[in-house]
């Protein structure tokens, strides 16, 4: 809008110009002068107000507009609030320290279930022979849950209400990775759902995860109704629609990053606030774009972009696939255990499909850990076949 002020500002001095016809005629050099100021003028202008609505565009084109707003400087960074700040050199600090030392570094598997866990007796098979190199921990936000394995006994921490889409959602992340954090040797923190499964032996995950200083947390960007369709200008000035993510919820996540998480409070209270179903008439997933869009910010090298939980959306409906027995087999588990690329879809009419390889410290490795989301149904076939598929 300014822009615009400016440019009729320049209009009205051209039009003064003429009226000058009366007082001595200019020479040829003095009106060059003129000329070149009132250029000087309009691009200093330009480039502290740069144009910003398309009406201040269209005096250039559109296309012009492009170009010159690449042509200039960068316009000057955003003056952050106290809070934004704060929160930054906070961030930054937690980042640059090296991570804590651990003779013994355990991988913290973090549950989040309404209630009992269907899969118990599978993970209890999987965590068999490696005690002290993991923990457990179940949030479970509508049953208390009847325990069938040693490991998960007094695993359930203090729980509340989950309702899908919301913050308590993340604030039951959040439970958990609090929990987690007090065991000093947790050094990389696992979210799981009631309906995933182990695809390799202990050793196999507990390495990939160890042996890695990155988080998988998915991530990336959709122009699509589903993606920044959700976005809302409420989220200004901290949250700008270009840094709006998304990604499926299920991470892995190091230490320092847990912490960080845990230090949010105002990206949190952003999306608490502006991120929900049904908002002006959009419904947002707060977990499916806080992390995206908080790591995205804060140390987008740090995470690797995809989750290691693979779940089929190949049905493109409003629900992943759901396994049953029948489904169950080697061969769809090795399917699973063989993909090496990850891969996103907007959801725009593009149907854009983002491809990149799942680099592991620069390897290309098979890219999933876990999948989901298999029926109850299945944990005999998955028990009697475990031994058959995980091996690497
Ligand atoms: C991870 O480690 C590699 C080398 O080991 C280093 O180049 C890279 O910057 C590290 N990344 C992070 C996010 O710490
Ligand atoms: C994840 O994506 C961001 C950009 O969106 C990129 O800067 C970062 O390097 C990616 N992470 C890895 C591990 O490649
Ligand atoms: C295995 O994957 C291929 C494509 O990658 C798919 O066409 C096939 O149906 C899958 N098989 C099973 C058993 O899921
Ligand atoms: C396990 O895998 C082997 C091949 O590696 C195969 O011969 C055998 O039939 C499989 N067992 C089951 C129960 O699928």
């Excluded at 309906?195 to 988080?215: A, G, R, W």
Aim: glycine content about 4%; proline content about 7%.
């Amino acid at each position: 809008m300014k822009t615009d002020q400016v440019w009729r500002l320049g209009m009205s001095d051209m039009q003064i110009l003429p009226g000058s016809r009366h007082r001595p005629p200019l020479k040829r050099p003095m009106w060059i002068i003129v000329l070149l100021s009132l250029l000087c003028v309009f691009l200093i202008c330009a480039y502290i107000y740069p144009p910003q609505s398309s009406s201040a565009c269209y005096v250039f084109s559109s296309r012009g507009c492009h170009v010159l707003s690449d042509w200039l400087p960068p316009a000057p960074a955003r003056v952050y609030t106290d809070e934004e700040m704060a929160s930054r050199v906070v961030i930054k600090d937690i980042l640059n320290t090296s991570p804590t030392h651990s003779n013994s570094p355990k991988v913290a598997f973090m549950f989040l279930s309404p209630g009992s866990l269907p899969f118990e007796k599978l993970w209890d098979k999987f965590f068999q022979g490696h005690e002290g190199k993991f923990s457990v921990y179940v949030h479970a936000s509508k049953d208390k849950p009847v325990h069938v394995s040693h490991y998960f006994v007094d695993s359930d921490i203090r729980s509340d209400e989950v309702v899908w889409g919301k913050i308590s959602m993340i604030d039951a992340e959040r439970r958990l990775l609090a929990n987690a954090l007090q065991d000093p040797d947790n050094q990389q923190f696992v979210l799981l759902s009631d309906s995933c499964v182990p695809l390799y032996k202990f050793d196999y995950i507990y390495n990939y995860l160890m042996f890695t200083n990155i988080s998988f947390v998915d991530c990336f960007k959709d122009p699509g109704p589903h993606g920044n369709g959700r976005y809302s200008d409420h989220m200004l000035p901290e949250i700008e629609k270009k840094d709006f993510r998304k990604g499926a919820q299920w991470f892995t996540m190091k230490r320092q990053h847990a912490v960080i998480v845990l230090a949010d409070n105002l990206y949190y209270s952003k999306f608490r606030d502006y991120c929900k179903p049904g908002l002006e008439g959009r419904n947002c997933i707060a977990d499916e774009h806080y992390m995206p869009t908080f790591f995205n910010m804060i140390d987008p090298g740090g995470i690797a972009n995809w989750s290691v939980t693979h779940v089929d959306w190949s049905e493109r409906k409003w629900h992943p696939k759901s396994y049953k027995a029948l489904d169950v087999t080697v061969k769809l588990l090795k399917n699973i255990t063989s993909i090496d690329v990850s891969v996103h879809v907007t959801s725009d009419e593009k149907k854009e499909v983002q491809r990149w390889p799942c680099l592991w410290n620069g390897l290309q490795r098979p890219c999933y850990l876990f999948a989901r989301k298999f029926n109850p149904e299945t944990m005999d076939k998955l028990m009697f076949l475990f031994n058959n598929y995980s091996a690497p």
